[in-house]
């Protein structure tokens, strides 16, 4: 077990791209997730429960959503059916951006007692900020910045390991000042 985790820890020198790689490969490339998102208040009072199937296979991405049995249709952009969860949040496509670099005022903080690498991921206007993991490579949190500012927030509450990888399997999105955050559960990996 230690032989393993030391395998996955990164050093503080590190350069931005092996902290990138380094998460990416806690990522499945081929994957089956299903699980369920809840859009709660900041009472923690449900207001809506959908459930989600995600499947990627040889780089191909879909996403369906569903309530009960029936299927329901969403844009892939903004938030979806009214939560705060985006394409984005799911499918962590803006881990796979190609312009990245450390985010210098940010390094060596720490999210739930892990000290973490910060990178800033860019692609056109978009810019969403990571926190790494340094002992595991797990992606530990998530901000998209507007005008260099936080507009949305993405982090773990629960990381579980499934299999030799760490996942955060419980998910909290929430778009600053909108008085309420949702909820991402992963219940089946495959």
């Not at 909290?172 to 949702?182: I, Q």
Request: glycine residues 8%; negative net charge.
């Amino acid at each position: 077990m230690i032989a393993l985790v030391a395998s996955f820890l990164i050093s503080t020198n590190a350069p931005a791209a092996e902290i990138v790689r380094s998460c990416r490969t806690m990522i499945p490339a081929d994957v089956e997730l299903k699980g369920r998102i809840i859009l709660r208040n900041r009472k923690g009072i449900s207001q809506a429960e959908y459930g989600y199937e995600l499947k990627r296979t040889g780089g191909e991405t879909s996403l369906e959503i569903s309530d009960g049995d029936v299927k329901l249709e969403f844009e892939k952009s903004g938030n979806i059916l009214g939560t705060d969860v985006t394409w984005s949040d799911i499918t962590l496509d803006y881990l796979w951006w190609d312009d990245f670099e450390y985010d210098a005022e940010r390094e060596s903080e720490s999210v739930h007692g892990q000290t973490c690498s910060v990178i800033l991921m860019k692609k056109g206007e978009r810019t969403v900020r990571v926190w790494v993991d340094r002992k595991t490579g797990a992606l530990m949190q998530a901000e998209e910045l507007e005008s260099g500012k936080p507009k949305r927030r993405l982090w773990g509450t629960r990381i579980k390991k499934f299999g030799d990888r760490w996942i955060a399997n419980v998910m909290e999105v929430e778009t600053l000042g909108s008085g309420h955050r949702t909820k991402i559960t992963v219940e089946d990996l495959k």
